[in-house]
């Protein structure tokens, strides 16, 4: 079975700082996706970024890249320049290529931006 | 903001009733999944629904049951409510087709006392 773990449940983060979020999964598929989801107080899951396990290139949206070990099966989010608007959770998820869209997530972390 | 509607956004409910959640898909998409999210936790999935079809279904009890309908909107359904059952339920739609990502609406929390 596939699982996916955030091993830090709080981080904080100082205004305009960079802050590296962990994410680690298990897998014995080799087509699979890997996310990032941002979930503020709203509740609404908001994708923040997507990668593709083929592609060797780390996905970077913006202020937001990863670390992609696929070999480490290791997942980290690096946001830069934070901002008082990144605080939320973080949820890393993964889903199997195929038929299904079934995400399986991490339990979370707890960004906190200082200003 | 996601296209994707869900309501109501809070609920109570007495153990052992039933209860319905509702949501409205984005345009253009015809998969609709639903998430069961505990307080602390990772949300954890419920079913799938495709073109009206389950297409895959996570660890729940068959007191869980969902529908969707031809403008692929989707409805889930749990009888017998249990205080465990107190959590924010998420749906989300995709595009099975066309491979898109799941959009998330926001959700309805649900207390069951």
């Known amino acids: 079975a596939q699982t996916v773990t955030q091993s830090q449940p709080e981080m904080s983060v100082q205004e305009a700082e960079t802050v590296t979020l962990s994410c680690t999964y298990d897998?014995?598929?080799?087509?699979?996706?890997l996310f990032w989801y941002k979930q503020p107080p709203s509740r609404q899951m908001i994708l923040v970024i997507r990668?593709?396990?083929?592609?060797?290139q780390n996905a970077t949206e913006n202020r937001f890249s990863v670390n992609f070990q696929k070999a480490a099966k290791s997942f980290s989010l690096k946001i830069s320049d934070s901002q008082l608007g990144d605080a939320a959770m973080y949820f890393c998820a993964y889903r199997r290529g195929g038929a299904t869209n079934k995400l399986i997530f991490g339990t979370g972390t707890l960004l906190a931006v200082q200003p | 903001e996601t296209g994707v509607t869900q309501s109501p956004t809070h609920l109570i409910k007495t153990r052992g009733q039933q209860v319905t959640l509702r949501c409205s898909s984005q345009?253009?998409?015809?998969?609709v999944s639903w998430y069961q999210q505990a307080l602390g936790q990772g949300p954890q999935f419920i079913f799938q629904?495709?073109?009206?079809?389950?297409?895959g279904r996570g660890n729940f009890p068959p007191r869980f049951s969902g529908l969707q309908f031809p403008n692929y909107s989707s409805e889930l359904n749990v009888n017998a409510l249990e205080l465990d059952d107190s959590a924010l339920y998420l749906c989300a739609s995709s595009s099975r087709d066309w491979d898109t990502e799941a959009f998330f609406g926001q959700g309805t929390r649900l207390t069951v006392v």
């Open positions: 629904y495709y073109r009206e079809e389950e297409n």
């Open positions: 897998t014995s598929e080799s087509d699979y996706y």
């Open positions: 990668q593709e396990a083929y592609k060797q």
């Open positions: 345009s253009g998409h015809n998969t």
